[in-house]
C-alpha cells in the first residue's frame, strides 16, 4: 500500500495559491478553479483536456461542466484533503486552458460566435 501524500497546511495552500496560482481558491479540504467558457461546446473541449492531464497524471479532480462555465474541484482522495499532486495538476490544468497563444499562431477569433475560453 502506497503512503498517501502528506496533508499541506491551510496557510500554505493559500500562500502557495496568492503566489502561484491566483485565480485558484482554497474551498474547505479542496482547491476549486472556474473557467467560464462561450458556450457548450467550448466547456465540453476544455473538460477534455483536463481530463486528459488527469488521466496522465494518475490524479482526477471532480469536474462540474455547465454550458457557460467549466468548475474544478481537486484534492487528494487517498489523504482526505489537499496535497501537492493537488497543487502540481492545478498548475498543469492552467498552464493548459488558461494558455494563450503567441505568434506566429493568432487565436481563436474574438467574434462571439467563436468565444471559447472567456480570460478573466
Ligand atoms: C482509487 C484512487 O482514487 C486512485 O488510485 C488514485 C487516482 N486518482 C486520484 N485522484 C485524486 N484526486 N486523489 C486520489 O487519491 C487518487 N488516487
Redesign the pocket.
Known sequence: MRT?PPLLEDAAVDAHLAQALPAWRRDGRSIVRTFRTGGWKATMLAAGAVAHLAEVA????TLTLAYDRLDIR??????GGITG??LALAAAIERTVAWQPEAPLEGTPQAPRFAYIRQE
Open positions: 498517501p494518475w490524479h482526477h479532480p481537486l484534492d487528494t482522495h487517498e489523504s499532486r493537488d
